[in-house]
Every structure is written in C-alpha cells, then in structure tokens.
C-alpha cells in the first residue's frame, strides 16, 4: 500500500471514531429529567437522573393503573366492575392483582381493629372529599357537614367485615362501595420501582407518596421533607437510603372549612366524621391530644401508603403498636404540635 492511501485510509478511521464518539457521547453521560402531571387527582412529580428519560413511561403506568384499575369513577375500571356487583349474590371475579391488594387491606382493617377501611365509599361520596380542593381554604363554598342521620345511613353500607372473599371471587353487600383513594399512590410506587432498571436514580413523588430510586450521586442519603401541619415550611427530614418508600397522611392536605371547623379527608368509621377534628357533637375542651399527620417509612409502597392512613386514625399509642407489626418507621405530629417517633431515620428541623 502506498504511504498516501495508508495516511488517508488511518485519517477515515480516525474521523469516523470521532464522529462516533461525538454521537454516543451524550448518550453515555447521565442526564436529569424532571417532569410534573395531574394523576389520581393529586400532583405526580419525577426527578430523575439516567442516560434515557423515563418519565413519559412513568407517567402512563401511573394514568393506566387509574384509569383501568384503582378509579371508582372510571366506568370500566376493575375497582367500578367490583363495586358495580354490590349485591350480587354471584359476585364477581377477581384479578390475581386485585385480590392480593384487597387481601392486604381487609388484613391491615383487621389489625386496626377497622379503623382503616376501604369500604367506606359511601361515606367518602357523603363528605363529597373529592370535591374538595387538595389543601385550599375556602373552595368549597356550597360546604355543610351532612346530618348525623345520614351518616349513620352510609356506616349502614361500609364495614369490611361485610365483605367476603371466596375461590377469588368477592362479594360485596347492596350498597357498598370500595373506595382505594388511600392505597392507590403507594401501589403506583411499588409499580415504578419494578419498572424502573438499575441506572437511574432519584426520586418519584406521588401526592404524599414518594418512592427514592438508586443511589445519589455523591454518595450522600435522600432527603425527604416532613410538612409542617400548622404552618409554611418542613417539619422534619426523613434521611433514606435507596428504594424506601415515604408516605405522609395529614389533616392538611384536602379540607374544608366549615364555622371555625377544618374538615379533613381522612375518616374514622367509628364515628363517621373526619378523625380528631374538633366536631360540634362530640367535642369538649379536654378531648386528647390527636393526630395532625403521619409519616411512615417501609420497604413496601402499598404498605407506607396504607398504613399512614390507618395510623392517622388510630391515633398514636395503637399507631405506634401497628406500624411496628409491619416493621415499617414511623413519626407522627400531634394535634398539639408535639412529636412521637419510632426509628432511627427522622430528623427534627
Ligand atoms: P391518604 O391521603 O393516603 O391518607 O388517603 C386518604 C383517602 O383515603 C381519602 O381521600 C379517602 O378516599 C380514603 N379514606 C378516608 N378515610 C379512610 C379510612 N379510614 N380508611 C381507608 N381509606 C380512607
Ligand atoms: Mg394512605
């Protein structure tokens, strides 16, 4: 080969591993993405690092499992079909998932002694919460508490215990309506994690719900603030590690006011009216401190979900014995602006 034909066949080669490298370069350094949608009628945030953008696929597993499974609105829905049967006396059929979402429920009403309880729909359409703005004084104006007699009719219809699971088909009383409204955020948790694969890192933010993904990049643990229920800003820090899940049930997040009173979202099926508010009927002076919101961290997004719910109106002692059954951590803020804790990965500002 002449000296010639050899410089310009190395220049080629030379000029097509740059261009090479030019085009895959970006492809191999990590790059962030940060995304922000309105799913299962609450805020879903992404921040999230890696070479491809998974946030599009995120935000359609978190649209898909709404829409064909958790929304009671949403007529085709498993969870509209299921409610759809109530009183049938042949049932309905369950999907391998559905039953091992409902079995872990009834099994968390169980052990809290009722007072989480997806059965109480009747109840939730009563209080009219989901038209309620998530956190906004004042934007339900047409706002009264209904009567003690119509609350006692809809506890008629609600009652896990009423309900029966047999060769995975579930029956439900006339009337009863599942409502997955507290579950729904960590099961979508427990979702991304499976779907997301080992080089991405960050965090996935569900309403109250947040799951971290991987490692952060310089070594350092994930920080997750705690809202503060009686004021702007963070109450506390949760200090995580990767893949933990994080969720926070509060009487802050959807309310309404109604004569100096705060309605919240979250009900005790003991009484039927939202838990530890100062209701007119019930109410004295020295009724005991309650709860204002709790945190719960665990391993499990469903099981973080849940178990804020049920240890908001379990109030702390029983809260405190529940979650430690699960092995999951927990802080709770008082009514009184106090806090209780167990575990080690809560930090107070
Ligand atoms: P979360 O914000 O996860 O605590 O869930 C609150 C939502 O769960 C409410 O908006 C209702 O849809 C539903 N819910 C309210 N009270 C209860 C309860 N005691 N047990 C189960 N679900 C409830
Ligand atoms: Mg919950």
Not at 108 to 123: N, Q
Not at 132 to 141: C, H, I, L, Q, V
Not at 253 to 271: A, C, W
Not at 304 to 315: E, H, I, Y
Request: charged fraction near 25%.
């Amino acid at each position: 080969m002449k000296k010639n034909t050899l410089i310009a066949a190395v220049s080629v080669l030379i000029l097509l591993g740059m261009i090479t490298v030019l085009y895959y370069l970006p492809r191999w350094q990590n790059k962030t993405y940060n995304q922000t949608a309105f799913v299962m009628g609450t805020v879903f945030s992404f921040s999230l690092e890696g070479k491809e953008d998974p946030t599009s696929e995120l935000l359609q597993l978190g649209n898909s499992l709404e829409k064909d499974t958790l929304s009671r609105r949403v007529k085709d829905s498993e969870i509209a079909q299921i409610n759809a049967s109530a009183g049938d006396e042949n049932g309905y059929p369950l999907s391998e998932e559905m039953e091992e979402l409902l079995t872990t429920c009834f099994d968390i009403s169980k052990k809290s002694e009722g007072a989480f309880d997806i059965t109480l729909g009747a109840l939730i359409s009563l209080w009219d919460i989901d038209g309620w703005a998530s956190g906004e004084r004042g934007d339900a104006k047409d706002f009264r508490p209904p009567s003690k007699a119509d609350i006692s009719s809809a506890l008629e219809c609600c009652g896990y215990e009423k309900v029966r699971i047999e060769n995975h088909r579930i029956y439900l009383p006339e009337g009863m309506i599942i409502d997955l409204g507290a579950v729904g955020k960590g099961l979508y948790l427990d979702k991304c994690r499976g779907e997301l694969s080992g080089n991405i890192n960050g965090i996935v933010s569900a309403g109250g719900s947040i799951l971290t993904v991987g490692e952060k990049g310089d070594g350092s643990d994930w920080k997750v603030g705690i809202t503060n229920p009686f004021e702007d800003g963070l109450y506390a820090t949760a200090v995580l590690g990767s893949d933990k899940c994080v969720s926070t049930s509060g009487n802050y997040e959807r309310f309404v006011e109604y004569e100096g009173v705060d309605y919240h979202h979250i009900l005790d099926p003991k009484t039927g009216y939202p838990a530890w508010i100062k209701d007119s009927e019930e109410d004295s002076d020295d009724q005991k401190v309650g709860v204002a919101s709790v945190t719960i961290v665990s391993d499990s997004g469903l099981l973080s979900d849940a178990l804020s719910t049920a240890c908001f109106v379990l109030g702390e002692e029983k809260a405190l014995e529940l979650s430690a059954e699960y092995g999951a951590e927990i802080f709770i803020i008082r009514t009184d602006g106090s806090s209780a804790t167990e575990g080690n990965h809560f930090l107070i500002k």
